[in-house]
């Protein structure tokens, strides 16, 4: 049976758990699992910018034993030169897994639902799972079981929120969304018939931050959105700074998933202090990510 890895609430806990299990014994012994996908091949496709997700990925299979190629959408004509079913079957002849970014989740759906080869979301307009995953297994590393846990993110409506809102459901832990309500506004109409079973908006600072473990933001404008300073100037109370760390628990975490729009979302002070784990969920993006590409390829067990 083909599998994908298309957005969170796919998964069950217990599912996503061994990913994580199993992606923390690699991070501990990477040499111990050098071999284990030897002449799997993954293909990444981009229609849109990357570098975490680009070097993880490429990194990350050859560290297992297999390797990536880098296909152009355009070049190959996805979608145009022949039917989006007709070069999935061309392309099973050739890799095992192909990693899609995109701006339309609905293709990346469609994609799925051919069952030629296993296709992950490696971030489309709706949701970014794998870097959510990887976010929860940073915060469990640093801060013990997530369950119980709170988080307080701050700023704008985007596709990591999304994957984020998703994992409280699964994971059972606090989620505070401390967003403008004009923004909330904005993302229920863009959100259409996509239903999202979360009712954690909340509007109030020091409500939404206190006991908070972590502190969560993204940037304010997506990629490809055009920069707006209108939606910057309803944001800018939202940043994260240092007056609002204080807010939070003493020893609260920040997280952000990068690109960072310093001095904008965040602060320097914030983003550079000791509280902050930018680099380490940057570097447990690759453990994650080579966790889900074996639970495709092969199988993780407890």
């Known amino acids: 049976m083909i599998k994908h890895f298309i957005d969170l609430d796919n998964f069950t806990k217990t599912e996503l758990r061994n990913i994580l299990n199993f992606a923390a014994k690699m991070k501990k012994n ?22 975490r997700t680009r070097v993880s990925f490429n990194i990350g299979i050859q560290k297992l034993g297999g390797n990536a190629i880098e296909l152009d959408s355009k070049k ?35 994609c799925a639902s051919y069952n ?54 699964i994971f059972n832990f606090k989620l505070n969304i401390l967003i403008p309500k004009k923004i909330m506004e904005i993302a229920k109409k863009d959100l259409g018939n996509k239903k999202l079973v979360y009712s954690n908006f909340c509007y109030d600072f020091d409500k939404a931050l206190k006991n908070s473990d972590c502190v969560m933001t993204d940037t304010w404008i997506s990629m490809g959105e055009k920069k707006s300073q209108s939606k910057l100037k309803i944001l800018k109370k939202f940043q994260v700074n240092d007056a609002i760390m204080k807010k939070a628990k003493k020893q609260a975490i920040f997280m952000h998933c990068l690109p960072a729009h ?7 002070s ?31 067990k407890k």
């Not at 915060?139 to 985007?158: P, R, S, Y």
């Open 30 to 51: 990477q040499k111990k699992y050098s071999n284990i996908l030897n002449n799997k091949s993954l293909g990444l496709l981009f229609e849109k910018e990357s570098t």
């Open 262 to 268: 310093r001095n904008e979302e965040v602060t320097d």
């Open 76 to 110: 190959i004509g996805f979608g145009k030169r022949e039917s989006i079913s007709d070069i999935l079957q061309t392309l099973s002849q050739y890799i095992d897994v192909l990693m899609i970014r995109n701006n339309s989740h609905e293709e990346l759906v469609q």
């Open 270 to 300: 914030v983003i550079d202090s000791n509280k902050s784990l930018v680099w380490e969920q940057a570097k447990n993006r690759m453990y994650v990510q080579q966790s889900i590409l074996y639970y495709l390829l092969k199988n993780v």
């Open 116 to 169: 030629k080869i296993s296709i992950i979301n490696g971030l489309s307009n709706y949701s970014h799972p794998c870097q959510v995953l990887s976010d929860i297994f940073t915060i469990t590393e640093k801060l013990g079981k997530i369950e119980n846990k709170q988080i307080t993110w701050l700023g704008d409506f985007n596709n990591v929120l999304t994957s984020l809102i998703h994992a409280a459901e």
